[in-house]
């Protein structure tokens, strides 16, 4: 495999429900991101890391929670979500947080919160 | 409030003509600057990033610079139909702000 693959690539939860996303990246790179994305809306930084440490949190509620076991792997977690969370959450990565802006995405988790 | 402006379109282009994006950002201190295309459904591709004042080519792609107007431009020369997709402007250094994307319809 190759880039960065996200699963699922589709998701429907309940308000009440636990789900994960996961992202794993084939590259080699040092920094992982997650960015979510909201029709009519810019894509929003949520989290940067950094040779597997947080170095980014951009103001997201808590019911999101960034995982970073390893420079190759990124989950974020999922708890009690509400229907304004519905998005395409996408995972990037870089060769390092120096460069930022050379981003290579993910294909996308569809969420929908009912 | 940091923020990258562009025209959301959709802006249509005939197949061969020139496309001119374009995109206005409100940090003066960015240094990096990135054009990425999204096609419908899929996620974004990076095409182009611009870090120094003028233009720099990259096949059928044209990235040009203003610093001082805090201006950056994407030229697609000889449009192909292949090349209707979103395009995304994106500004910073460690910390990257997009835009919210210029639709582009190549018309056949």
């Known amino acids: 495999e190759t880039g960065v693959t996200q699963t699922p690539r589709h998701l429907v939860m309940g308000m009440t429900n636990k789900k994960s996303l996961k992202c794993e990246q084939h590259l080699g790179h040092n920094a992982m991101y997650w960015y979510k994305q909201s029709a009519k809306k810019p894509l929003e930084l949520m989290f940067v890391?950094?040779?597997?440490?947080?170095?980014e949190n951009n103001s997201v509620p808590s019911r999101f929670s960034p995982e970073c076991p390893n420079s190759s792997h990124l989950f974020l977690h999922l708890h009690t979500l509400q229907p304004e969370d519905s998005a395409l959450y996408l995972c990037?990565?870089?060769?390092?947080?120096?460069?930022?802006?050379?981003?290579?995405f993910g294909e996308g988790s569809r969420l929908t919160v009912l | 409030q940091k923020e990258v402006e562009q025209n959301s379109g959709p802006l249509s282009v005939p197949e061969g003509a020139i496309a001119s994006l374009n995109c206005t950002y409100s940090d003066r201190g960015s240094q990096s600057f990135f054009w990425y295309r999204q096609y419908s459904g899929k996620s974004p591709e990076l095409i182009m990033s611009i870090y120094s004042n003028g233009d720099k080519e990259d096949g059928r792609f044209t990235a040009q610079l203003n610093k001082a107007s805090q201006y950056v431009s994407l030229l697609i020369r000889d449009s192909q139909p292949s090349d209707s997709a979103t395009y995304l402007c994106?500004?910073?250094?460690?910390?990257?702000?997009f835009g919210k994307g210029t639709r582009l319809h190549i018309l056949p």
């Open positions: 990037a990565s870089s060769h390092s947080q120096r460069y930022a802006g050379e981003l290579f």
């Open positions: 994106a500004s910073g250094d460690d910390k990257i702000i």
């Open positions: 890391y950094s040779l597997e440490e947080r170095v």
